[in-house]
């Protein structure tokens, strides 16, 4: 197996209406296993913050334990269905993909098409 392809997923919803209704934790879990088979990615878990806003990254305990697992390497990659789960400002986004090129691991988003452990192919751009 692929060292990459051991990763956690990471879902969030800001208040408890969201939790409910619209794009529920559980919607979230379902993208993010099924991209996960879709990808030959083998999902370890899947941490989750509830009723917590993006602006607060530290105060995410789901966040801070995916963080903490893959600076240990226990696994190699996290994915989040929007780029707007992990955070809302772009500053904090850039962040973590910076913080994934230094520790070795990828950052996926489902929607934003988003894969930091591929490589870019040859004139796709």
Not at 90 to 100: C, E, F, K, M, Y
Request: neutral net charge; proline residues 2%.
């Amino acid at each position: 197996m692929d060292a990459m392809a051991n990763v956690l997923g990471y879902a969030r919803v800001s208040t408890a209406d969201q939790a409910e209704h619209g794009v529920s934790l559980a919607a979230q879990r379902h993208r993010i296993a099924a991209y996960c088979e879709a990808h030959g990615l083998t999902l370890a878990g899947i941490e989750e913050d509830a009723g917590i806003s993006a602006k607060a990254t530290r105060n995410r305990p789901g966040l801070q334990r995916a963080l903490s697992a893959l600076k240990a390497r226990e696994t190699n990659g996290l994915v989040a269905v929007k780029l707007d789960r992990l955070s809302r400002t772009t500053r904090d986004v850039l962040d973590l993909v910076a913080l994934s090129e230094r520790q070795g691991w990828a950052l996926h988003s489902i929607d934003e098409k988003l894969d930091t452990g591929c490589p870019p192919r040859v004139g796709s751009w």
